[in-house]
């Protein structure tokens, strides 16, 4: 499975962006699509995944209430949508697809498959 990540920028405090990540030789029907993200000098950290055996979601608590991971869509494309934005949530944004259980899902080793990062940056 090949992913292609992309919709990074800059935004302002309290803005809005949209992550895509774009699969081809596998389906996201197939597989639990995830967000991590990794700030300057910080470790990769999980930030949300939607689970395709439950058809649910999981974010990090940092995130809830702001970021929604959207159901599988018929693209074939994992979205990440992200509202008011803080200066924390500037970092490098990876997707990644795998087929982790419940109780790994946040865990980065339990993904097999990873894009290319896209920048975000929050700024004032």
């Known amino acids: 499975v090949q992913l292609q990540a992309s919709g990074g920028g800059l935004v302002q405090i309290g803005g809005s962006l949209r992550l895509a990540c774009a699969a081809s030789?596998?389906?996201?029907?197939?597989?639990?699509g995830a967000w991590f993200r990794q700030a300057p000098g910080k470790d990769r950290e999980f930030v949300a995944a939607?689970?395709?055996?439950?058809?649910?979601?999981y974010y990090t608590d940092s995130v809830k209430g702001r970021f929604t991971i959207p159901r599988n869509s018929a693209d074939n494309t994992l979205y990440l949508q992200m509202n008011s934005l803080k200066p924390e949530d500037t970092a490098v944004y990876y997707c990644?697809?795998?087929?982790?259980?419940?109780?790994?899902?946040?865990?980065?080793?339990?993904?097999?498959?990873w894009g290319q990062g896209t920048q975000v940056t929050v700024s004032s």
């Open positions: 030789g596998g389906a996201f029907t197939s597989y639990t």
């Open positions: 990644a697809a795998g087929r982790p259980i419940v109780t790994t899902i946040s865990r980065a080793t339990a993904y097999a498959y």
């Open positions: 939607f689970k395709h055996t439950n058809h649910s979601p």
